[in-house]
T-cell receptor, first 115, second 114 residues
Framework: EPEVTQTPSHQVTQMGQEVILRCVPI?????FYWYRQILGQKVEFLVS????????KSEIFDDQFSVERPDGSNFTLKIRSTKLEDSAMYFC?????????????FGNGTRLTVT | GESVGLHLPTLSVQEGDNSIINCAYS??????FIWYKQESGKGPQFIID?????DKRQGQRVTVLLNKTVKHLSLQIAATQPGDSAVYFC?????????????FGQGTTLQVKP
């Protein structure tokens, strides 16, 4: 069964450094998302992306965050200058049909640790 | 808003029994709901979904019930197995959102005793 893959599985970085989290969505999907989950808490929406542009972003997704689909298969999340509070699991997701009609399929996440 | 929630943080059941996990939401504009299962170290895994024009939907060993009058969603798991042990999240999609943004609840941990 097709799946969303994320790399790396664990990223450790120092505060102030830039990180790029990578995702390969399911190949025929058109809608892409990033969510995050702070340890022990619920999953929170960060951003949705369709047709090469952001369609919606949360207030968490400030100027330090950006997303890109550099080619036909990858979808990346960049954090320009990491803060301690950015430590969390970051999940990429994709869906194949119009939002609100099909579920999001999630990857297994990247655990980001900012020290 | 951030309104999706669950009634119980932990549910413990005996193997073979049926499990019922509940979820309350407050946004009447939500029209699509999904249940996800999250095992330790993994991402949310799709279980079952339901649109607001339905009140019940069945899958393999799982049933989702939607009561729009009281804004309540439940997940029923029949003949619960040890492999069902995980955290279960309900998520809602607001009708006004065409972007697929999901609002997740806090999660209920299901523990299955052998």
């Amino acid at each position: 069964e097709p799946e969303v893959t994320q790399t790396p599985s664990h990223q450790v970085t120092q505060m102030g450094q830039e990180v790029i989290l990578r995702c390969v969505p399911i190949s025929n999907h058109l809608y892409f998302y990033w969510y995050r989950q702070i340890l022990g808490q619920k999953v929170e929406f960060l951003v949705s992306f369709y047709n090469n542009e952001i369609s919606e972003k949360s207030e968490i997704f400030d100027d330090q965050f950006s997303v890109e689909r550099p080619d036909g298969s990858n979808f990346t999340l960049k954090i320009r200058s990491t803060k301690l509070e950015d430590s969390a699991m970051y999940f990429c997701a994709s869906s194949g049909r119009q939002p609100g009609n099909s579920p999001l399929h999630f990857g297994n996440g990247t655990r980001l640790t900012v020290t | 808003g951030e309104s999706v929630g669950l009634h119980l943080p932990t549910l413990s059941v005996q193997e073979g029994d049926n499990s019922i996990i509940n979820c309350a939401y407050s946004n009447s504009a939500s029209d699509y709901f999904i249940w996800y299962k999250q095992e330790s170290g993994k991402g949310p895994q799709f279980i079952i979904d339901i649109r607001s024009n339905m009140d019940k939907r069945q899958g393999q060993r799982v049933t989702v019930l939607l009561n729009k009058t009281v804004k309540h969603l439940s997940l029923q798991i029949a003949a619960t197995q040890p492999g069902d042990s995980a955290v279960y999240f309900c998520a809602e999609n607001e009708d006004s959102s065409n972007t697929g943004k999901l609002i997740f609840g806090q999660g209920t941990t299901l523990q299955v005793k052998p």
